[in-house]
Nanobody
């Protein structure tokens, strides 16, 4: 089992920035790719970004490319998401997830452990 706890969500004005963090514990040796997803009210959960175990590879959804940056600290078992130039369409609950796959995927079914989520609200 891997436990994930997100932090850093909150309320921010459009154009602002937030940094989300996710701490992993438990059987973290089984964790390869790590990613962020989000779910807005009334919408399906969607992929945001992913990063490989080696941190050499990253993958972003088109909607956040150039604005969000994913990073990872394997020594601390954490993954972060720096979000800049936020807009109201970024409002959602953001979830951290881990995968036992080497490849970076955008499908939620490719990730086997999930955090409880942290709310991000962007006001216009």
């Amino acid at each position: 089992q891997v436990q994930l706890v997100e932090s850093g969500g909150g309320l921010v004005q459009a154009g602002g920035s937030l940094r989300l963090s996710c701490a992993a514990s438990g059987r973290t040796y089984s964790t390869l790719a790590m990613g962020w997803f989000r779910q807005a009210p009334g919408k399906e959960r969607e992929f945001v970004a992913a990063i490989s175990k080696t941190v050499r590879s990253t993958y972003y959804a088109d909607s956040v490319k150039g604005r969000f940056t994913i990073s990872r600290d394997n020594a601390k078992n954490t993954v972060s998401l720096q979000m800049n130039s936020l807009n109201p369409e970024d409002t959602a609950v953001y979830y951290c997830a881990t995968s036992s796959r080497y490849t970076l995927g955008s499908g939620s079914g490719e990730y086997n452990y999930w955090g409880q989520g942290t709310q991000v609200t962007v006001s216009s």
